[in-house]
């Protein structure tokens, strides 16, 4: 895959955020409209919600099979969220890299801090803030695949969650919906014209001064 003419290493765009923020619904928009993105399907040990699929939300996995996974070092990076883990598989993200393809992530944090230490030069990484906390309850609840102690613990962690916006190179606030996909649409697009994505730039001027 190439961007234009110029041959283009991918890029990692992750989105983080507290639990109801609209990760979920921005990241669906951006994948239907913007061909070039593919999702990361991550896998966990979490039990699938209903409505859920397998192979497209989550690889839904035991925790033997995850951390005979972690030893093999078929992680790209992993963690624990709300005592359940999480991981994203290395095979498919570097290989759709090396193609010029871009993935996206819904990860949080921790996954997020893993991927800059060791892949800091291919992570965009956006946090997307609800724009108040009524809202972010409100969602939790309309939400309503979880019971309601589980609202409240994502509730109580939203607040841990936010704490780490200040690590982040993006952060959106998502009073809209439409707007906000709008930002993260331009974030992708400004990024993937970095100079030190766009491998096939240095053939590109040499023919450009050959020919002259
Ligand atoms: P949920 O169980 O609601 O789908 O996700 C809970 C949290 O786990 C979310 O904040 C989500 O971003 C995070 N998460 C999902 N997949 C991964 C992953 O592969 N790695 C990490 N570090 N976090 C993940």
């Known amino acids: 895959m190439s961007f234009g003419e ?4 991918g890029l990692m765009l992750v989105l983080s955020s507290p639990s109801g923020a609209g990760k979920t619904t921005i990241s669906r928009q951006i994948l239907q409209s913007d061909t070039n993105t593919t999702m990361s399907v991550s896998c966990t040990t979490r039990k699938k919600r209903p409505g859920e699929v397998v192979g497209v939300d989550y690889h839904f996995t035991d925790e033997e099979e995850f951390k005979l996974m ?7 990076e992993h963690a624990q969220v709300f005592s359940n883990w999480y991981g994203t598989p290395r095979e498919p993200v570097e290989m759709t890299l090396r193609m010029g393809g871009d993935v996206l992530f819904d990860i949080d944090w921790q996954g997020t801090q893993q991927l800059a230490e060791k892949a800091r030069e291919d992570l965009v990484s956006v946090f997307i803030l609800p724009p108040s906390a009524r809202e972010l309850e409100r969602r ?7 019971d309601k102690s589980e609202i409240q613990r994502r509730m109580t962690k939203a607040s841990d969650e936010m704490s780490h916006w200040a690590e982040y190179d993006y952060v959106i606030i998502n009073r809209d919906i439409t707007e906000s996909v709008a930002r993260v649409r ?3 697009e400004s990024e993937r014209l ?6 096939g730039l240095a053939d590109f001027v040499k023919e450009l001064q050959d020919n002259l």
């Open 6 to 9: 110029i041959k283009r290493r």
């Open 70 to 76: 972690v030893n093999r070092g078929q992680f790209l």
């Open 186 to 188: 331009s974030i992708l």
């Open 194 to 199: 970095r100079r030190r994505r766009q491998e």
């Open 140 to 146: 939790l609840i309309a939400r309503a695949q979880d």
